[in-house]
């Protein structure tokens, strides 16, 4: 099976720009979750999909957003890009069926840089 | 509060020596998982093993095992048999409802030679 496919893998924005990542989930994983990471607050959550609805939401603000297509790829989006939002950030899947631990299965990652 | 609390912000071991990675956790519920990852410089986040709080063994996954006690909320991690290979940063993870995990700060591991 192929793993988690992040794209794109580097970027580098100005402030106020916005930036769209992708990422296709593990085949047969409904559930799409993004965290930030950064060397200041650590690994932070950012939302959770499953079968295209949001069920859960961290505490950023409404310029962090996202959304799950039908076929579970899911894509996040940040508008008025700041300094701050310079991140990796990290998508999950998961298989959340019967007999799983329900462990998350990151991709590499897409390491945003804003100027 | 769902706070993961790792104390050691780096560790250092010698080859083929088993090192044990600290984890403390603080939870309500009576149900939950803990996880360990490992995240090389690559960028991108390893699962090596879970927990689940009502298993009584606790969890090996080859060279990895979860030293579990339940009553001090504490997952710590060993790896016996260090690597280089090994050398790394290790996040203990608790998950929640929602696929909501909550990350420690990690334990950078330099395994030497």
């Known amino acids: 099976k192929a793993g988690v496919t992040q794209t794109p893998r580097y970027l580098i924005k100005t402030r106020g720009q916005q930036v769209t990542l992708s990422c296709s989930p593990i085949?047969?994983?409904?559930?799409v979750s993004w965290y930030q990471q950064t060397p200041g607050q650590g690994l932070q959550f950012l939302f959770e999909?499953?079968?295209?609805?949001?069920?859960n939401k961290g505490n950023f603000p409404g310029r962090f957003s996202g959304r799950q297509f039908s076929n579970s790829r899911s894509e996040m989006n940040v508008s008025t890009l700041e300094l701050g939002d310079s991140a990796l950030y990290l998508c999950a899947s998961s298989e959340l069926g019967q007999g799983s631990t329900g462990e998350l299965f990151f991709g590499e990652g897409s390491r945003l840089t804003v100027l | 509060a769902q706070k993961i609390t790792q104390t050691q912000p780096g560790m250092f071991v010698q080859e083929k020596e088993a090192v044990t990675l600290d984890c403390t956790y603080d939870?309500?519920?009576?149900?939950?998982?803990l996880f360990w990852y490992k995240q090389p410089s690559s960028g991108e986040m390893i699962f090596l093993i879970y927990q689940g709080s009502y298993d009584e063994q606790n969890a090996t996954e080859g060279r990895y095992s979860l030293n579990f006690q339940k009553a001090r909320k504490s997952a710590n991690l060993v790896i016996s048999a260090s690597q280089l290979g090994d050398s790394a940063m290790y996040f203990c993870?608790?998950?929640?409802?929602?696929?909501?995990?909550?990350f420690g700060t990690g334990t950078s591991l330099t395994v030497i030679p």
């Open positions: 993870a608790r998950g929640n409802t929602g696929n909501q995990f909550y």
């Open positions: 999909y499953f079968s295209e609805t949001q069920r």
């Open positions: 085949s047969g994983h409904r559930s």
């Open positions: 939870t309500s519920d009576q149900s939950y998982g």
